[in-house]
């Protein structure tokens, strides 16, 4: 069990652990931000969701500075989902974390790109330098090249769809999920759509990695919006799935729907 306060940064958290020999966290190496921002998003990668590992969340309410304690059925995480992204917790701050880790370590490799390890020989450093590897190679560094990560989430489909898209593309990217529905890596779905390096404004598609949109430029949020939406649309009319922002769009006062804008 490890109770962590939510302004240290997961990544050195997870080094932290590595270091110590608590293992479980490797699978979430590298992913930029704070600890109390992770069950927000439920944030997730190479198989792994935070809501996996969550025992509980601290709160404090902001008007009376009261304490209070949501455990994990509460939480209601979803695909980079939480009850925290909803009006009902907009007075409250995270301020820290329970994760709850098995002492026995079992390694979670069947994702593309850790499927190639040995087996035999891997270990929890293995799939954290590995995963840092590729994430090095296909992820621009946001202190060097403007960028809010994966812009889009993978969309899910059910069995039914995905047989007659495998249908049509035999070289399909997709991950099954534990209750039998399917992933599709939404970076594939782009870059099928060839809209690698498009550039509008200021803003482009990243060149290494589809689904990562860059400040390029002095981009504006017009320049931004206007190419997630090409990204959408041209996604849509080639493979009939509509993609959904994994980021948060903002105006002046309120949140904002891409699909509505």
């Known amino acids: 069990m490890l109770h962590v306060n939510s302004g240290e940064k997961w990544n050195e958290l997870v080094k932290y652990t590595l270091k110590i020999g608590i293992f479980g966290l490797e699978n979430l190496a590298l992913i930029p931000g704070l600890v109390g921002s992770a069950p927000i998003n439920n ?20 008007k009376t500075k009261k304490i209070k304690r949501i455990y994990k059925k509460f939480c209601y995480f979803g695909y980079r989902h939480s009850i925290f992204k909803t009006n009902k917790f907009k007075d409250y701050v995270i301020i820290s974390v329970g994760i709850k880790l098995y002492k ?78 399917i992933k599709i890596y939404a970076g594939w779905l782009i870059e099928k759509c060839n809209l690698k390096g498009t550039i509008i404004g200021g803003a482009q598609i990243h060149n290494k990695q589809a689904l990562i949109i860059i400040n390029k430029n002095n981009a504006t949020p017009n320049d931004i919006i206007s190419l997630a939406r090409k990204i959408r649309n041209n996604v849509a009319k080639k493979f009939n799935i509509w993609l959904e922002p994994e980021v948060r769009l903002y105006g002046s006062k309120n949140e904002k729907n891409i699909q509505k804008l």
């Open 104 to 181: 026995k370590w079992k390694p979670i490799n069947e994702y593309n790109g850790l499927n190639i390890l040995n087996n035999k020989k891997l270990t929890p450093h293995k799939i954290y330098n590995k995963i840092c590897s590729i994430r090095k190679k296909k992820i621009p560094n946001p202190k060097n090249i403007a960028n809010a990560g994966s812009f889009f989430k993978n969309p899910i489909i059910n069995y039914k769809k995905f047989k007659i898209l495998i249908k049509k593309n035999k070289n399909l990217h997709f991950y099954i999920q534990k209750n039998g529905d």
């Open 43 to 62: 944030i997730g990668a190479y198989g792994l969701e935070f809501k996996d590992i969550c025992s509980y969340i601290d709160l404090m309410f902001l």
